[in-house]
């Protein structure tokens, strides 16, 4: 099969098979067998060559294929050797016969297994009318949308249009496309043709348009839901946007509005059917973004204290360059502050005519007035966020000037500034929503029983460790003399909620510091102490405000790593925002998250009061379930040329990276294979998965480059949080090193997660692997050497093997189903019911099976005597539901134990100390007994919230069923709308108990 030629039509398809290709033959016996496969040119029979077999016996008659089934979903695949060393995308079979007998089959690229299973499917449907059908419906609503286009441009009626006026239109249905290569395409077909003059034909303009803007990846998923028509009516569309791209509650009106909305051609909008074009209109549009709308609004929690959040901090805000030479400038502030920065650094010194200046001290940065920069921030302060602002206050000035400073704060910030003294009562900061429209100073404050206009504190001089650090000679780190100077009460007076004090160690912050007190930690501090006490800088910042900004050695502005602090939940990671690259795309990406309001939730782990988690974890974090990512990079748009790169002229070989970000044990990357000389719309078709064991804390980065010798060159990257990602085919808009969206410029990706891996013999096949009762992994309990509590905690052993046995059974059961439908853990059981309805239907087309919508669970009835195929399927889909039902009905109860243990050991929890040191523990075990006691509390509140979860997604499967069953025609009687996943028994939701629910009262389900 020539893979030059670029695959289009379903014509296309069939022509290259019966041209045929090599492809690999896979047999369960490890074996793999190279042969030619091909279609007779009387489409009635696919034949392979060489065989053992008589020249009769090796084929297939094209009328016995029931199926074929896309990536490594057969037994045959899943119980080979080579599994691992086969790609999903290049994988496919071909289902026959009367007992399902399956040929299974890999192609050298994933182009060519899509074209096989394309010409395929039509053959199915068609059989020997296939070509018929093919050229009676080629593309004539794409036709006749163009002709009345080329028609409305064509004002003087003589069939032609000039070539300048052909390529405009071209450009103008597909921007992204170079006005040269549209051009080029235009005088080649002239060529060919062997015409005169430049002047452009109507069928000429539609085959260039035909040849440069049809997607071959989109067309082969278009035509597997289509039915193999050459449209998406209203009906296909709704099976492709529930199953597909993740959708709830579509109906057909749903899918007309989709079609009214992009379809082009005026017949397929009066008909409600979406042709190719229209369909990539809807892929490409904003709908179809990778980023979920949810998130560019504020959608979280605000209500919690200041320090639960992460927020978005810069250093050294006045710099546009470098911290030792460069300018300051007031477009610092007013970028940082539009781009949703919290927290922006003033290093204020005295200047001329007694008014203050903004500059890094002791270095060569050039000066700003304080007074202008107070201007800006007060007009750009909640333009992006009218969530709290935080002024890092780093004050040189003599009195005199800190008088002026007081003033100029006074009068241009007013009743922005937050004034009010923290409530003696209180044990933490308030919440964003409770300080919306205010800005904060954080900086040094005088005592409570100074009553004079000035008192003494030490000095917070940033700037003097860099002059140090440029100035020393050897290679030993001198530390900075703490220095005292004279601060103003008034000054003093305007700092409330962020006093900046000095961090000496973990169990003097625990013991003293005051919830208003905030420290700040030089990087390499800070790095320590997340290796050294990774468990005591978590629990440290659950309370206190921690900001941690670069090493002085970091005279550049580049920048550190935020994940490196978010993990150990520092919430303000100052960058220097006038340097681009990979940790600038990490911080600005995290911030999308929550309506780029600057303030990101942290996750519950390392905010609840009692709970276990390490920053430096290599292993999953207990009483979290892992997530499974699976991400299919399918093709690129319109890659530029790397600027600078002049090498290989305007070639651009592209290649994609995909990283993971996150804690220690979720870092990792995988790269595609490089695609030569094709910039325009490369086609990679390759399948990643990465285990997600924190997913709120976990970013996906998309990164493309140019392969060159000389060294690979940055086209472009997207950075997105895991939590924000949007399953299905999405495109990914990727922008610049210095974040602007590069136009046209896209990734076109699949994105699904699950819970568990799928495929591969037993012993490979990591989660998905089907535990039976003595070889799982139950959730222990760590023991305290604490008798009482000891107690406690061992009435939950046994609700927690419950629990772990209702949530494995279920999926292993689903599992189970979804392989015997064909189909990989990536699908959802809505997909599973249609890939198998097919089956389902007799030769009569009356169904075999039917589901009865009617009783509580949607149970598989036959109409009649069942080959053995359908009675597996009756079998394996009988234990979905049962194993449904079984967690339906038990989970209630176990839940229930589980917080009653969790409660009672709440009990104990503030007199936990005393009662260790009762039993005679001290230094490292009755350390050990606490951490034990925080990390029991957390597998307990973990598991009972992965048994609440479970119990939605068994709602969810059993809906799921329901509208697959409707959609498929396959139901019994009248369904009774909505009696899907009703309960009988409990219809209380689940929700976790407080950390101290009050004596005696019980929580309830």
């Not at 029983?449 to 504190?457: D, H, M, R």
């Amino acid at each position: 099969m020539p893979t030059e030629k670029k695959i289009s039509s379903a014509s296309d398809c069939i022509s290259a098979m019966v041209d045929g290709s090599e492809l690999k033959k896979v047999r369960s016996n490890s074996r793999i067998y190279h042969r030619y496969f091909l279609l007779d040119a009387d489409m009635q029979s696919l034949r392979w060559e060489p065989s053992k077999k008589e020249v009769d016996k090796a084929k297939i008659d094209v009328k016995s294929i029931k199926e074929v089934r896309t990536g490594k979903n057969t037994d045959t695949f899943r119980t080979n050797g080579t599994y691992d060393q086969i790609s999903e995308d290049c994988a496919f079979s071909v289902i026959f016969g009367e007992n399902y007998e399956s040929l299974d089959l890999v192609a050298n690229t994933a182009d060519v297994a899509n074209t096989w299973v394309t010409g395929l499917r039509y053959l199915i449907s068609y059989g020997k009318h296939t070509l018929n059908m093919i050229e009676s419906s080629q593309n004539n609503m794409r036709s006749s949308w163009l002709g009345e286009l080329f028609d409305e441009e064509d004002t003087t009626n003589s069939k032609q249009l000039s070539i300048c006026t052909a390529v405009q239109l071209v450009k103008k249905l597909n921007p992204g496309l170079k006005n040269v290569k549209i051009e080029l395409k235009f005088k080649e077909l002239h060529k060919v043709k062997d015409k005169s003059g430049s002047d452009v034909a109507k069928e000429e303009f539609i085959e260039v348009f035909h040849d440069l803007c049809t997607r071959p990846e989109i067309y082969f998923l278009f035509v597997q839901f289509s039915s193999n028509k050459e449209f998406l009516d209203t009906k296909d569309l709704m099976i492709f946007l529930e199953a597909e791209q993740g959708m709830a509650q579509v109906s057909e009106e749903t899918s007309f509005d989709v079609i009214q909305k992009y379809e082009p051609s005026k017949e397929g909008q009066l008909k409600g059917w979406l042709s190719l074009d229209g369909f990539s209109n809807y892929l490409m549009s904003s709908e179809c973004h990778i980023f979920d709308p949810e998130h560019k609004s504020v959608c979280q929690d605000m209500n919690q204290p200041l320090s639960h959040y992460y927020i978005n901090g810069s250093h050294n805000t006045y710099l546009i360059e470098d911290q030792f030479r460069g300018p300051s400038d007031v477009t610092g502030y007013i970028r940082a502050l539009k781009m949703g920065c919290r927290s922006v650094e003033l290093d204020v010194w005295d200047g001329p005519d007694n008014e203050p200046v903004i500059y890094t001290g002791h270095t060569m940065t050039s000066q700003i007035v304080f007074r202008s920069v107070i201007d800006v921030i007060n007009k750009y302060a909640f333009v992006a966020s009218e969530f709290p602002l935080i002024l890092c206050l780093e004050n040189h000035c003599s009195l005199k000037q800190q008088r002026v400073m007081f003033q100029h704060l006074k009068k241009i910030l007013g009743d922005k500034l937050h004034l009010d003294p923290p409530k003696p009562e209180d044990c933490y900061l308030p919440s964003p929503n409770e300080l919306k429209g205010k800005i904060l100073l954080k900086g040094k404050k005088l005592g409570t029983n100074c009553t004079a206009s000035e008192g003494e504190v030490t000095d917070e001089d940033e700037g003097a460790e860099m002059s140090q650090r440029m100035s020393i000679e050897t290679a030993e780190q001198q530390t900075v003399a703490l220095k005292k100077f004279q601060l103003s009460k008034e000054l003093s007076d305007l700092v409330t909620l962020c006093k900046s004090v000095e961090f000496k160690d973990f169990p003097t912050s625990f013991q003293k510091q005051k919830h208003w007190e905030l420290c700040s930690f030089n990087e390499v501090f800070a790095s320590r102490c997340a290796s050294e006490f990774p468990g005591d800088f978590v629990n440290y910042n659950k309370k206190f405000l921690a900001r941690v900004y670069p090493s002085p050695m970091r005279i550049d502005s580049s920048n550190m790593n935020p994940q490196d602090f978010w993990k150990c939940g520092c919430q303000i990671v100052a960058m220097n925002y006038q340097t681009p690259g990979l940790m600038m795309d990490l911080n600005i990406g995290w911030f999308r998250q929550n309506g780029n309001c600057g303030y990101v939730l942290r996750p519950a782990i390392m905010r609840e009061q009692v709970s276990y988690f390490s920053a430096n974890t290599k292993d999953s974090v207990p009483g979290v379930s892992p997530q499974l990512l699976h991400i299919k990079i399918i093709s690129g748009q319109n890659f530029p040329k790397p600027k600078g790169s002049g090498a290989k002229g305007d070639v651009v070989d592209p290649y994609v990276y995909v990283e993971i970000h996150g804690i220690p044990a979720d870092c990792a990357e995988q790269r595609t294979k490089t695609v030569n000389q094709n910039g325009d719309n490369p086609l990679f078709d390759e399948s990643f998965e990465f285990q997600i064991n924190l997913p709120e804390l976990a970013m996906v980065r998309f990164v493309v480059l140019d392969d060159d010798y000389i060294g690979d060159e940055f086209i472009g990257q997207y950075t997105i949080p895991f939590e924000c990602l949007q399953p299905g085919f999405r495109h990914v808009p990727l922008q610049s090193l210095t974040g602007e969206v590069l136009p046209h410029t896209l990734l076109f990706v699949h994105v699904a997660i699950t819970n568990r891996r799928g495929g591969g013999k037993p012993h490979k096949r990591g989660l998905s692997v089907r535990k039976g009762k003595r070889s799982r992994e139950y959730a222990s309990m760590r023991v305290l050497l604490i008798k009482a509590l000891d107690d406690v905690f061992k009435t939950a052993i046994q609700p927690l093997r419950e629990a772990t046995d209702l949530r494995e059974n279920m999926q292993n059961a689903i599992a189970s189903f979804k392989e015997l439908c064909g189909l990989s853990a990536v699908a959802n059981l809505k997909q599973c019911i249609l890939a198998l309805s097919p089956r389902l239907t007799g030769p009569d087309n009356n169904p075999l099976l039917v589901f009865n919508l009617n009783e509580q669970y949607p149970n598989l009835e036959p109409q009649g005597l069942l080959p053995e195929v359908l009675k597996k399927v009756v079998t394996t889909y009988d234990m979905v539901i049962q194993t449904s039902k079984t967690l339906l009905e038990s989970s209630e109860g176990v839940y229930e134990r589980i917080l009653q243990t969790q409660k009672a050991a709440m009990e104990f929890h503030e007199n936990l100390h005393d009662l260790a040191v009762k039993e005679g523990l001290k230094g490292r075990k009755l350390h050990k007994a606490v951490e034990s006691f925080t990390w029991n509390i957390t597998i307990l509140k973990g598991q009972a919230d992965l048994l609440k979860h479970a119990r939605s997604e068994v709602q969810e499967n059993l809906k799921q069923i329901h509208y697959a069953a409707l959609t498929c025609k396959l139901t019994k009687g009248s369904a009774v709308s909505g009696s899907f996943g009703s309960e009988s028994k409990s219809r209380c939701s689940l929700e976790a108990i407080p950390e101290k629910a009050p004596t005696g009262e019980v929580n309830k389900w």
